[in-house]
Every structure is written in structure tokens, then in C-alpha cells.
């Protein structure tokens, strides 16, 4: 009898963006001196924009009713998701989703890292 391979599941743009997700928090707390993660006391919060704001438990216990190694996201002030690095949940509204959190990461990353780059570049003779 011939072996099949195991099915595998299928990857999703929710799949994709869970992932980058977690990849763009990373960068960010890297590049505004935040990394690592679990160095804080309790949870490390970020004002993404106007909308969005996290909180990520990078610790081994529940934290503020965080569970360990969770981001919680809301926007508008309002809970909208809890993402593991394995996935989650989050809001699926037309202003507030996995997609538009995405975006609002993208965007605050570049932001940082075009102001890290005019930072770097300034000559202290003209300042």
C-alpha cells in the first residue's frame, strides 16, 4: 500500500498576517530600545497610531489578565484580539481587523526607521 504524504493546511493571508504581525512588533521594539521584550516588569505597551495600541506579556505567567506570550491589541480603546505566536483572534470589522493592524504596524516600522535613518545622517556641525 502506498503512503501518502500528510495533508498540510492550507496558508492563509490571516496566516501571513499573524505571522508579519509578530515579526514587525519584534523590529519595532527592537529599533526604539525596548528588545528584548521580556526585560520589562509587566507588560510592554506601544501607541501604534491613532487607533491601535498593544500590549505584549513576553513573560512565562499571566500578566494584567494577559496570558504568557500574548499580544493583546485594541483600537479605538476597545479590545480587538489576542494573538499568540500561533495565532489568536481579532476583531473581523471593516476598520478593525487582522489586515488593517497589519497595516498600522507597517507603517508606524517605517515611520521609525525613516527617523532613526534622518537621525543618523544629521551633521552635529549644523545642528
Known sequence: MEQQPPETEQ??????????????????AMKVGAAP?????????????EHWKIAVNAHDEEIEGIP?????AEWNGWPAGMLSPTGGEIAAGTLANIFTLREALDRKLIA???FTLDAENI???HV
Not at 521584550?37 to 497610531?49: A, C, I, M, S, T
Not at 504568557?68 to 493583546?72: A, E, S, V
Request: glycine share 2%; with cysteine.
Open 123 to 125: 551633521d552635529p556641525s
Open 68 to 72: 504568557k506570550f500574548r499580544l493583546y
Open 37 to 49: 521584550l521580556n526585560q520589562w516588569p509587566g507588560l510592554w505597551r506601544f501607541d501604534v497610531d
Open 11 to 28: 496558508i492563509t493571508p490571516q496566516h501571513e498576517a499573524f505571522d508579519a504581525i509578530w515579526t514587525t512588533v519584534c523590529a519595532i
Open 112 to 114: 521609525i526607521a525613516v
